[in-house]
Protein backbone atom coordinates (compact mmCIF):
# COMPACT_ATOMS: atom_id res chain seq x y z
CA UNK A 1 0.00 0.00 0.00
CA UNK A 2 2.94 2.69 0.98
CA UNK A 3 5.19 1.30 -1.90
CA UNK A 4 1.64 2.24 -4.36
CA UNK A 5 1.29 5.26 -2.45
CA UNK A 6 4.67 6.28 -3.04
CA UNK A 7 4.33 5.27 -6.79
CA UNK A 8 1.04 7.45 -7.34
CA UNK A 9 2.78 10.57 -6.13
CA UNK A 10 5.54 10.16 -8.16
CA UNK A 11 4.29 10.03 -11.02
CA UNK A 12 1.34 12.23 -10.34
CA UNK A 13 0.99 14.82 -13.23
CA UNK A 14 -1.76 17.43 -13.50
CA UNK A 15 -1.66 17.43 -17.36
CA UNK A 16 -2.13 13.67 -17.44
CA UNK A 17 -4.41 12.74 -15.42
CA UNK A 18 -6.07 8.92 -15.97
CA UNK A 19 -9.72 7.80 -16.01
CA UNK A 20 -8.86 6.50 -12.79
CA UNK A 21 -7.95 9.50 -11.06
CA UNK A 22 -11.32 11.57 -12.42
CA UNK A 23 -13.17 8.95 -11.05
CA UNK A 24 -11.60 9.38 -7.49
CA UNK A 25 -9.05 11.54 -7.12
CA UNK A 26 -9.25 10.96 -3.15
CA UNK A 27 -6.35 8.15 -3.31
CA UNK A 28 -3.61 10.20 -5.06
CA UNK A 29 -4.75 12.82 -2.87
CA UNK A 30 -4.07 11.45 -0.02
CA UNK A 31 -0.73 9.88 -1.43
CA UNK A 32 0.87 13.08 -2.12
CA UNK A 33 -0.07 14.71 1.35
CA UNK A 34 1.86 11.77 2.58
CA UNK A 35 5.03 11.18 0.39
CA UNK A 36 5.20 14.93 -1.55
CA UNK A 37 3.08 17.38 0.49
CA UNK A 38 4.45 19.85 -1.56
CA UNK A 39 4.94 18.35 -5.26
CA UNK A 40 7.18 19.74 -7.81
CA UNK A 41 5.25 19.18 -11.36
CA UNK A 42 6.68 18.65 -14.85
CA UNK A 43 5.95 21.89 -15.86
CA UNK A 44 7.99 23.14 -12.68
CA UNK A 45 4.75 24.72 -10.54
CA UNK A 46 3.94 23.11 -6.92
CA UNK A 47 0.75 20.99 -6.21
CA UNK A 48 -0.01 21.57 -2.74
CA UNK A 49 -2.16 19.23 -0.57
CA UNK A 50 -1.78 20.36 3.15
CA UNK A 51 -4.46 22.43 4.74
CA UNK A 52 -2.21 24.32 6.68
CA UNK A 53 0.11 25.11 3.30
CA UNK A 54 -3.52 26.12 1.47
CA UNK A 55 -4.06 28.60 4.52
CA UNK A 56 -1.12 30.36 4.56
CA UNK A 57 -0.88 30.92 0.18
CA UNK A 58 -4.48 32.19 0.62
CA UNK A 59 -4.08 34.18 3.60
CA UNK A 60 -0.80 35.88 2.18
CA UNK A 61 -2.15 37.58 -0.71
CA UNK A 62 1.80 40.03 -0.92
CA UNK A 63 3.62 36.59 -1.16
CA UNK A 64 1.07 34.86 -3.39
CA UNK A 65 -0.45 36.90 -6.18
CA UNK A 66 -3.85 36.27 -8.08
CA UNK A 67 -3.03 38.23 -11.23
CA UNK A 68 -2.88 36.31 -13.77
CA UNK A 69 -1.36 38.99 -16.61
CA UNK A 70 1.63 36.72 -17.10
CA UNK A 71 0.60 33.09 -16.65
CA UNK A 72 -2.85 33.16 -18.55
CA UNK A 73 -0.85 35.21 -22.16
CA UNK A 74 1.01 31.67 -23.07
CA UNK A 75 -2.55 29.84 -22.52
CA UNK A 76 -4.50 32.23 -24.13
CA UNK A 77 -2.82 35.07 -26.33
CA UNK A 78 -4.44 38.08 -27.07
CA UNK A 79 -7.67 36.86 -27.10
CA UNK A 80 -11.13 37.38 -25.09
CA UNK A 81 -10.93 34.99 -23.05
CA UNK A 82 -7.31 36.53 -22.16
CA UNK A 83 -9.14 39.65 -21.50
CA UNK A 84 -12.30 38.11 -19.77
CA UNK A 85 -10.10 36.41 -17.09
CA UNK A 86 -7.30 38.95 -16.34
CA UNK A 87 -10.10 41.30 -15.85
CA UNK A 88 -12.49 39.25 -13.28
CA UNK A 89 -11.52 39.85 -9.63
CA UNK A 90 -10.78 37.08 -8.76
CA UNK A 91 -7.40 37.35 -10.85
CA UNK A 92 -6.69 40.38 -9.61
CA UNK A 93 -4.94 41.48 -6.86
CA UNK A 94 -5.73 45.02 -4.03
CA UNK A 95 -5.67 47.82 -5.47
CA UNK A 96 -7.96 46.65 -8.05
CA UNK A 97 -9.03 43.38 -6.19
CA UNK A 98 -10.24 45.41 -2.94
CA UNK A 99 -12.04 47.97 -5.43
CA UNK A 100 -13.80 45.80 -7.32
CA UNK A 101 -14.72 43.13 -4.43
CA UNK A 102 -16.67 45.99 -2.62
CA UNK A 103 -19.06 46.46 -5.06
CA UNK A 104 -20.09 43.18 -5.45
CA UNK A 105 -19.84 41.99 -1.71
CA UNK A 106 -22.44 45.39 -1.41
CA UNK A 107 -24.78 43.61 -4.09
CA UNK A 108 -24.65 40.19 -2.21
CA UNK A 109 -25.34 41.96 1.41
CA UNK A 110 -26.81 39.67 3.89
CA UNK A 111 -30.48 41.26 3.57
CA UNK A 112 -30.27 40.95 -0.25
CA UNK A 113 -29.74 37.54 -0.13
CA UNK A 114 -32.54 36.76 2.70
CA UNK A 115 -34.69 38.46 0.37
CA UNK A 116 -34.41 35.79 -2.42
CA UNK A 117 -35.06 32.90 -0.13
CA UNK A 118 -38.73 33.10 -0.92
CA UNK A 119 -38.27 33.05 -4.77
CA UNK A 120 -35.64 30.41 -4.42
CA UNK A 121 -38.35 27.84 -2.09
CA UNK A 122 -40.90 28.27 -5.26
CA UNK A 123 -38.47 27.59 -7.97
CA UNK A 124 -37.42 24.80 -5.97
CA UNK A 125 -40.88 23.51 -4.95
CA UNK A 126 -41.94 23.85 -9.25
CA UNK A 127 -38.65 21.58 -9.86
CA UNK A 128 -39.56 19.38 -7.56
CA UNK A 129 -43.17 19.26 -9.08
CA UNK A 130 -41.83 18.52 -12.60
CA UNK A 131 -39.59 15.95 -11.06
CA UNK A 132 -42.48 14.37 -9.55
CA UNK A 133 -44.46 14.04 -12.89
CA UNK A 134 -41.61 12.35 -14.80
CA UNK A 135 -40.77 9.37 -11.65
CA UNK A 136 -37.69 8.80 -13.97
CA UNK A 137 -35.37 12.05 -14.19
CA UNK A 138 -31.98 13.82 -14.18
CA UNK A 139 -30.93 14.94 -10.95
CA UNK A 140 -28.67 17.79 -12.62
CA UNK A 141 -30.38 18.81 -15.71
CA UNK A 142 -33.88 18.51 -14.27
CA UNK A 143 -33.25 19.86 -10.77
CA UNK A 144 -29.43 21.04 -9.70
CA UNK A 145 -28.29 22.97 -12.82
CA UNK A 146 -31.88 24.61 -12.89
CA UNK A 147 -31.54 26.40 -9.53
CA UNK A 148 -28.21 28.39 -9.74
CA UNK A 149 -28.98 29.59 -13.21
CA UNK A 150 -32.28 31.21 -12.49
CA UNK A 151 -30.78 32.65 -8.72
CA UNK A 152 -28.42 34.26 -10.82
CA UNK A 153 -30.64 35.41 -13.63
CA UNK A 154 -32.43 36.44 -10.88
CA UNK A 155 -29.62 38.23 -9.30
CA UNK A 156 -29.08 40.01 -12.30
CA UNK A 157 -32.26 40.71 -13.34
CA UNK A 158 -31.87 38.56 -16.71
CA UNK A 159 -35.34 37.83 -18.19
CA UNK A 160 -36.53 34.47 -17.83
CA UNK A 161 -36.71 34.00 -22.07
CA UNK A 162 -33.67 35.20 -22.47
CA UNK A 163 -31.45 32.78 -19.94
CA UNK A 164 -31.42 29.68 -21.47
CA UNK A 165 -27.34 30.02 -22.91
CA UNK A 166 -26.08 31.33 -20.11
CA UNK A 167 -25.07 27.69 -19.06
CA UNK A 168 -23.41 26.72 -22.23
CA UNK A 169 -21.52 29.98 -22.26
CA UNK A 170 -20.55 29.33 -18.62
CA UNK A 171 -19.60 25.83 -18.98
CA UNK A 172 -17.42 27.08 -21.99
CA UNK A 173 -15.63 29.49 -20.43
CA UNK A 174 -14.76 27.73 -17.08
CA UNK A 175 -13.89 24.79 -19.40
CA UNK A 176 -10.91 26.97 -20.85
CA UNK A 177 -9.78 27.25 -16.93
CA UNK A 178 -8.99 23.28 -17.01
CA UNK A 179 -4.98 22.39 -16.70
CA UNK A 180 -4.85 21.68 -20.53
CA UNK A 181 -6.96 22.97 -23.29
CA UNK A 182 -7.42 21.42 -26.83
CA UNK A 183 -8.19 23.67 -29.54
CA UNK A 184 -11.75 23.06 -29.54
CA UNK A 185 -12.09 23.61 -26.17
CA UNK A 186 -10.18 27.58 -26.71
CA UNK A 187 -12.34 28.22 -29.41
CA UNK A 188 -15.85 27.36 -27.27
CA UNK A 189 -14.85 29.38 -24.65
CA UNK A 190 -13.70 32.74 -27.16
CA UNK A 191 -16.90 32.41 -28.46
CA UNK A 192 -19.14 32.20 -25.42
CA UNK A 193 -17.24 35.01 -24.23
CA UNK A 194 -17.77 36.92 -27.77
CA UNK A 195 -21.45 35.85 -27.08
CA UNK A 196 -21.56 36.83 -23.04
CA UNK A 197 -20.20 40.21 -23.92
CA UNK A 198 -22.92 40.94 -26.81
CA UNK A 199 -25.73 39.82 -24.51
CA UNK A 200 -24.74 42.09 -21.82
CA UNK A 201 -24.13 45.02 -23.72
CA UNK A 202 -27.27 44.82 -24.59
CA UNK A 203 -28.46 44.24 -20.87
CA UNK A 204 -26.51 46.98 -19.34
CA UNK A 205 -27.91 49.67 -21.56
CA UNK A 206 -31.54 48.68 -20.97
CA UNK A 207 -30.92 48.99 -16.79
CA UNK A 208 -28.88 52.09 -17.77
CA UNK A 209 -31.90 53.79 -19.55
CA UNK A 210 -34.55 52.14 -16.66
CA UNK A 211 -32.17 51.78 -13.32
CA UNK A 212 -33.83 48.91 -11.18
CA UNK A 213 -33.93 49.84 -7.03
CA UNK A 214 -29.73 49.45 -6.15
CA UNK A 215 -31.17 48.09 -2.84
CA UNK A 216 -32.13 44.43 -4.66
CA UNK A 217 -31.03 45.03 -8.67
CA UNK A 218 -27.33 43.73 -8.44
CA UNK A 219 -26.45 44.84 -11.86
CA UNK A 220 -28.14 48.49 -11.35
CA UNK A 221 -25.53 48.62 -8.30
CA UNK A 222 -23.13 47.78 -10.07
CA UNK A 223 -23.51 50.00 -12.69
CA UNK A 224 -24.21 53.03 -10.19
CA UNK A 225 -21.35 51.89 -8.33
CA UNK A 226 -20.52 53.46 -4.74
CA UNK A 227 -22.02 56.37 -3.45
CA UNK A 228 -18.20 57.60 -2.68
CA UNK A 229 -17.89 57.91 -6.64
CA UNK A 230 -16.22 54.22 -6.86
CA UNK A 231 -17.11 53.01 -9.92
CA UNK A 232 -16.28 50.20 -12.84
CA UNK A 233 -14.70 50.99 -15.44
CA UNK A 234 -17.10 49.19 -18.98
CA UNK A 235 -15.24 46.63 -19.18
CA UNK A 236 -14.64 45.74 -15.49
CA UNK A 237 -18.61 45.95 -15.35
CA UNK A 238 -19.15 43.45 -17.96
CA UNK A 239 -16.30 40.96 -17.44
CA UNK A 240 -17.59 40.94 -13.85
CA UNK A 241 -20.95 40.43 -14.56
CA UNK A 242 -19.60 37.58 -16.80
CA UNK A 243 -17.36 36.22 -13.68
CA UNK A 244 -20.89 36.52 -11.34
CA UNK A 245 -23.05 34.55 -13.39
CA UNK A 246 -19.94 31.83 -13.89
CA UNK A 247 -18.69 32.04 -10.34
CA UNK A 248 -22.47 30.66 -9.07
CA UNK A 249 -23.45 28.58 -11.40
CA UNK A 250 -21.01 25.35 -12.28
CA UNK A 251 -20.21 25.21 -8.76
CA UNK A 252 -23.90 25.63 -6.87
CA UNK A 253 -24.73 23.14 -9.54
CA UNK A 254 -22.14 20.68 -8.25
CA UNK A 255 -22.95 21.17 -4.42
CA UNK A 256 -26.33 20.21 -5.16
CA UNK A 257 -25.90 16.98 -7.47
CA UNK A 258 -22.45 16.04 -5.14
CA UNK A 259 -24.40 16.12 -2.25
CA UNK A 260 -27.13 14.17 -3.00
CA UNK A 261 -25.34 11.41 -4.35
CA UNK A 262 -22.79 11.19 -1.78
CA UNK A 263 -26.02 10.90 0.22
CA UNK A 264 -27.44 7.85 -2.04
CA UNK A 265 -24.24 6.25 -1.59
CA UNK A 266 -23.99 6.91 2.02
CA UNK A 267 -27.34 5.29 3.52
CA UNK A 268 -26.92 5.96 7.13
CA UNK A 269 -25.63 9.62 6.61
CA UNK A 270 -29.27 10.01 4.35
CA UNK A 271 -31.80 8.35 6.93
CA UNK A 272 -30.07 10.48 9.75
CA UNK A 273 -31.08 13.39 7.72
CA UNK A 274 -34.03 12.59 6.66
CA UNK A 275 -34.88 11.92 10.42
CA UNK A 276 -33.42 15.52 11.83
CA UNK A 277 -34.22 18.23 8.83
CA UNK A 278 -31.99 20.31 11.06
CA UNK A 279 -29.13 19.20 10.29
CA UNK A 280 -28.94 20.69 7.14
CA UNK A 281 -26.46 23.31 7.76
CA UNK A 282 -23.97 21.02 8.92
CA UNK A 283 -24.78 18.39 6.20
CA UNK A 284 -24.17 21.26 3.43
CA UNK A 285 -20.73 22.05 5.02
CA UNK A 286 -19.97 18.17 5.28
CA UNK A 287 -20.69 17.94 1.86
CA UNK A 288 -18.85 20.63 0.58
CA UNK A 289 -15.56 19.28 2.44
CA UNK A 290 -15.98 15.79 0.96
CA UNK A 291 -16.74 16.34 -2.62
CA UNK A 292 -15.61 19.97 -2.73
CA UNK A 293 -16.95 21.46 -5.94
CA UNK A 294 -14.02 23.32 -6.77
CA UNK A 295 -11.06 21.46 -5.93
CA UNK A 296 -8.53 23.68 -7.14
CA UNK A 297 -6.77 27.19 -7.38
CA UNK A 298 -3.99 28.70 -8.42
CA UNK A 299 -1.05 31.53 -7.06
CA UNK A 300 2.02 33.05 -8.04
CA UNK A 301 4.88 33.54 -5.69
CA UNK A 302 6.10 37.35 -6.51
CA UNK A 303 8.59 37.60 -3.59
CA UNK A 304 10.72 34.26 -2.40
CA UNK A 305 8.78 32.83 0.68
CA UNK A 306 9.49 29.87 2.85
CA UNK A 307 6.90 27.33 2.61
CA UNK A 308 6.22 24.07 4.87
CA UNK A 309 10.29 24.41 5.33
CA UNK A 310 10.67 25.07 1.60
CA UNK A 311 12.09 28.26 0.18
CA UNK A 312 10.24 29.48 -3.24
CA UNK A 313 11.34 32.04 -5.38
CA UNK A 314 9.80 34.60 -6.86
CA UNK A 315 7.92 33.01 -10.01
CA UNK A 316 6.47 29.57 -8.81
CA UNK A 317 3.41 28.71 -10.10
CA UNK A 318 1.61 27.35 -7.10
CA UNK A 319 -1.63 24.84 -7.59
CA UNK A 320 -3.80 24.78 -4.52
CA UNK A 321 -5.28 21.64 -3.59
CA UNK A 322 -9.11 22.15 -2.24
CA UNK A 323 -9.92 18.74 -2.61
CA UNK A 324 -6.77 17.25 -0.07
CA UNK A 325 -6.80 19.77 1.97
CA UNK A 326 -10.54 18.94 2.45
CA UNK A 327 -9.48 15.52 3.51
CA UNK A 328 -5.91 16.21 5.75
CA UNK A 329 -5.86 14.07 9.03
CA UNK A 330 -4.05 17.15 10.57
CA UNK A 331 -7.37 19.17 10.35
CA UNK A 332 -10.26 16.54 9.98
CA UNK A 333 -10.56 13.67 12.56
CA UNK A 334 -11.60 10.59 10.57
CA UNK A 335 -11.56 12.84 7.13
CA UNK A 336 -12.24 9.92 4.60
CA UNK A 337 -15.62 9.66 6.79
CA UNK A 338 -18.90 11.09 5.51
CA UNK A 339 -20.17 12.76 8.45
CA UNK A 340 -23.22 15.17 8.33
CA UNK A 341 -22.85 16.30 11.76
CA UNK A 342 -19.16 17.02 11.57
CA UNK A 343 -17.94 20.37 13.95
CA UNK A 344 -16.23 21.42 13.82
CA UNK A 345 -15.34 21.63 10.29
CA UNK A 346 -13.36 24.51 8.79
CA UNK A 347 -13.29 23.08 5.13
CA UNK A 348 -11.73 25.40 2.49
CA UNK A 349 -14.53 24.76 -0.26
CA UNK A 350 -14.89 28.28 -0.25
CA UNK A 351 -11.12 29.22 -0.05
CA UNK A 352 -9.86 31.75 2.64
CA UNK A 353 -8.17 35.02 3.13
CA UNK A 354 -8.89 37.90 0.95
CA UNK A 355 -10.61 35.99 -2.14
CA UNK A 356 -12.98 34.23 -0.16
CA UNK A 357 -15.86 33.32 -2.01
CA UNK A 358 -18.15 36.33 -1.88
CA UNK A 359 -21.22 34.24 -3.18
CA UNK A 360 -20.79 31.52 0.01
CA UNK A 361 -23.92 32.68 1.93
CA UNK A 362 -26.08 32.78 -1.47
CA UNK A 363 -24.20 28.97 -2.17
CA UNK A 364 -24.67 27.30 1.08
CA UNK A 365 -29.09 28.63 0.95
CA UNK A 366 -29.66 27.50 -2.49
CA UNK A 367 -27.52 23.94 -0.97
CA UNK A 368 -29.60 23.87 2.11
CA UNK A 369 -33.21 24.83 0.48
CA UNK A 370 -32.60 22.77 -2.98
CA UNK A 371 -30.87 19.11 -0.78
CA UNK A 372 -33.88 19.88 2.13
CA UNK A 373 -36.85 20.07 -0.23
CA UNK A 374 -35.60 17.31 -2.16
CA UNK A 375 -35.50 14.48 0.52
CA UNK A 376 -38.57 15.72 2.46
CA UNK A 377 -40.06 14.98 -1.20
CA UNK A 378 -38.03 12.51 -2.25
CA UNK A 379 -37.24 10.35 0.50
CA UNK A 380 -36.91 6.97 -1.32
CA UNK A 381 -34.96 8.23 -4.06
CA UNK A 382 -32.47 6.29 -6.10
CA UNK A 383 -29.87 6.01 -9.09
CA UNK A 384 -31.49 4.54 -11.55
CA UNK A 385 -28.19 4.48 -14.24
CA UNK A 386 -24.43 5.34 -14.75
CA UNK A 387 -23.91 9.12 -13.37
CA UNK A 388 -22.04 11.18 -16.07
CA UNK A 389 -18.70 13.07 -14.67
CA UNK A 390 -17.76 15.96 -15.89
CA UNK A 391 -14.49 15.26 -16.65
CA UNK A 392 -12.94 18.19 -15.05
CA UNK A 393 -9.93 18.01 -12.65
CA UNK A 394 -10.83 22.12 -11.47
CA UNK A 395 -15.06 21.47 -11.32
CA UNK A 396 -15.51 18.28 -9.63
CA UNK A 397 -19.66 17.31 -10.52
CA UNK A 398 -21.69 14.90 -12.82
CA UNK A 399 -23.21 16.14 -16.12
CA UNK A 400 -26.16 14.21 -15.81
CA UNK A 401 -27.28 11.75 -12.97
CA UNK A 402 -30.22 9.11 -13.82
CA UNK A 403 -32.26 9.19 -10.65
CA UNK A 404 -35.90 7.80 -10.02
CA UNK A 405 -38.04 9.24 -7.31
CA UNK A 406 -38.96 5.59 -5.91
CA UNK A 407 -37.17 2.24 -5.98
C1 LIG B 1 -20.86 25.76 -3.84
C2 LIG B 1 -20.73 26.88 -4.51
C3 LIG B 1 -19.46 27.67 -4.60
C4 LIG B 1 -18.16 27.28 -4.38
C5 LIG B 1 -17.64 25.90 -3.96
C6 LIG B 1 -17.32 28.45 -4.60
C7 LIG B 1 -15.95 28.46 -4.44
C8 LIG B 1 -15.16 29.58 -4.57
C9 LIG B 1 -13.73 29.63 -4.31
C10 LIG B 1 -12.87 28.44 -3.88
C11 LIG B 1 -13.31 30.90 -4.54
C12 LIG B 1 -11.88 31.44 -4.36
C13 LIG B 1 -11.07 31.34 -5.62
C14 LIG B 1 -9.63 31.72 -5.43
O1 LIG B 1 -9.31 32.81 -4.94
O2 LIG B 1 -8.75 30.92 -5.79
C15 LIG B 1 -14.47 31.66 -4.94
C16 LIG B 1 -14.45 32.99 -5.27
C17 LIG B 1 -15.58 33.70 -5.66
N1 LIG B 1 -16.88 33.25 -5.73
FE1 LIG B 1 -17.51 31.42 -5.25
N2 LIG B 1 -18.12 29.49 -4.97
C18 LIG B 1 -19.44 29.07 -4.98
C19 LIG B 1 -20.56 29.82 -5.27
C20 LIG B 1 -20.56 31.15 -5.60
C21 LIG B 1 -21.75 31.96 -5.85
C22 LIG B 1 -23.19 31.47 -5.75
C23 LIG B 1 -21.30 33.21 -6.19
C24 LIG B 1 -22.07 34.46 -6.56
C25 LIG B 1 -23.26 34.60 -6.91
C26 LIG B 1 -19.86 33.20 -6.11
C27 LIG B 1 -19.04 34.28 -6.34
C28 LIG B 1 -17.69 34.31 -6.14
C29 LIG B 1 -16.87 35.49 -6.35
C30 LIG B 1 -17.36 36.87 -6.79
C31 LIG B 1 -15.54 35.10 -6.06
C32 LIG B 1 -14.29 35.97 -6.16
C33 LIG B 1 -13.96 36.55 -4.81
C34 LIG B 1 -12.67 37.32 -4.82
O3 LIG B 1 -11.79 37.08 -5.64
O4 LIG B 1 -12.56 38.20 -3.96
N3 LIG B 1 -19.45 31.93 -5.74
N4 LIG B 1 -15.59 30.84 -4.93
Request: glycine share 8%; hydrophobic share 40%; charged share 25%.
Amino acid sequence: MNADARTLAESFDLERLTAEFYLNPYPTYRALREHEPIKRLPNGALFLTRYDDLVTAYKNTKAFSSDKKKEFLPKYGASLLYEHHTTSLVFNDPPIHTRVRRLIMGALSPRAIAEMEGDLIRLVDHLLDGVAAKGKFDLIGDFAAAIPIEVIGNLLGVPHEEREPLRDWSLAILGALEPVIGEAAFARGNTAVQDFLAYLEILVERRRAKPGNPERDVLTRLIQGEADGEKLTAKELLHNCIFLLNAGHETTTNLIGNGLVTLSEHKGEKERLIAHPEMIKTAVEEMLRYESSNQLGNRMTVESIELGGLALPAGTPITLCIGAANRDPAQFLEPERFDIGRTPNRHLAFATGAHQCAGMALARLEGAIAISHFLARFPDYALSGEPVRGGRVRFRGFLSVPCVTNV
